[in-house]
């Protein structure tokens, strides 16, 4: 089992950046498939972004191409998602997951058997 805890969220103005850390113990991420989803508040979860660490493999969902970049640092055990140029829309809790390779697709939530609390993001106009 791994544990997993979200920073790097805060109140940001439209056109700035943030860099989103997903910090692991227990296990590293490379036993599992990592990503990124969002919650907006009245929303369902929405997939952002996954990583396959050991396939060198990364995936983004289309509303999020060229802005948001995944990476891992394998010597701190940590995930960290890139966001550039955010818009308000992009305001939601960040969640990062892990789970085992199942054979469900990335973008699903059942894909993922370990969540953290989740950092808010909130852009201003």
């Known amino acids: 089992q791994v544990t997993l805890v979200e920073s790097g969220g805060g109140l940001v103005q439209a056109g700035d950046s943030l860099r989103l850390s997903c910090a692991a113990s227990?296990?590293?991420?490379?036993?599992?498939?990592v990503a990124w989803f969002r919650q907006a508040p009245g929303k369902e979860r929405e997939f952002v972004s996954h990583?396959?660490?050991?396939?060198?493999?990364?995936n983004y969902a289309d509303s999020v191409k060229g802005r948001f970049t995944i990476s891992e640092d394998n010597a701190t055990n940590t995930v960290y998602l890139q966001i550039n140029s955010l818009k308000p829309e992009d305001t939601a809790v960040y969640y990062c997951?892990?789970?085992?390779?199942?054979?469900?697709?990335?973008?699903?939530?059942?894909?993922?058997?370990?969540w953290g609390p989740g950092t808010q993001v909130t852009v201003s106009s």
């Open positions: 990583l396959s660490w050991s396939r060198g493999m990364t």
């Open positions: 997951a892990a789970g085992p390779y199942t054979g469900r697709a990335c973008y699903r939530v059942d894909a993922y058997d370990f």
């Open positions: 227990g296990r590293p991420f490379s036993d599992y498939a």
